[in-house]
């Protein structure tokens, strides 16, 4: 585990897929209190390629991962794995005293979630997940305007987050952790939690799927669901593997509203709408680098022994309304949810500015639109 005097936390980055290709590995070069300092993948030409690229001469395979987390050449892993596999490093990371950065969604099931956070509690290691939305200017903006009264009363949130997703891609693959509320739906779930600043406490779903795509033969194509809030607070929201790229959210108060479109995007602006009193106006928000922040975010509080804000009790909101969103649209009846005490909330506060990556081509990784 990383001393606290150390300037840099190293990081071995566990998967090496698109994501971790075109922003997770570049972003070191933004980071401050960060270093890249292993690679891990069972791909040989990507540890070869990348790690010439990027300067990192320690690498392993996935059968090499305890050597590496034994190694003493790493203070943490950035978890960028397919979702089933999220539980099972971060347990292995943590029971050899490695700090863990993982990739959302947090896992698949709450109980996965839980058996993470026990691991990392149990043995005194941070927890964070990647949700780097909470460290972005706009998003955090949004979430001051909203807490301003500046709209209002909040009253409703709604939000459309679509792609099409490529035939082959690990996204349609049920068994690893596929389908679109963990992929997508979880940022439209997540700005719905941090803009009211409260959790849901019942959800009603619906869930299509064309089984005539072989895209969507384990997986929806398409769900839409309901998230009730205490206060007589409505979230709406679509999220689809089908459609056209969308990105886009809207929160409505009595008094006005705020619309974000962009919303989620990492390779573009972002950009508000704000109508008052009939009045729209707008502003853009340049592109930035959203990952060496949050990297850089959880390396300090590594080094200053402070709780992640993005921690393990964030990923466990989400997954656990994402089960009970999928219940929902395959019984067909509203599902309650049990109580649940989010001490820590994304704000302003954490948001940072690092320059944009370039753009890269990646190594045996395609991306997951159907182009």
Known sequence: MASRSKKKIRYAVVGLGHI???????AFKNCKHSELAALVSSDETKLHELGDEFEVAVRYSYAEYDQCLESGDVDAVFIALPNHLHCEYTVRAAERGVHVLCEKPMAVTEEECRQMIDACRDRDVKLMIAYRLHFEEANMKAVEIAQSGELGKLRLFQSLFSMPVAEDNIRIEGEKGGGTLYDIGIYCINAARYLFRDEPIEVTAISVADKDDERFQEVDEATSAVLRFPGERIATFTSSFGAAD????????????????PAFTYHGELTHYLTKDGKTTKKKFRKRDQFAVEIDKFSECVLKDTEPEASGEEGLADVRIIEAIYESAMTGRSIEL???????????????????????????????HDE
Request: glycine share 6%; proline share 11%.
């Open 338 to 368: 049990e109580h649940f005490h989010k001490r820590q909330r994304p704000s302003v506060a954490q948001e940072d500015e690092r320059p944009p990556v370039k753009q890269r081509e990646p190594v045996h990784a395609e991306s997951p």
């Open 20 to 26: 971790a290709q075109v922003a997770v590995l570049p």
């Open 246 to 261: 969308v990105g886009t959210y809207q929160v409505c108060g009595a008094e006005g509203d705020l619309r974000l479109d």
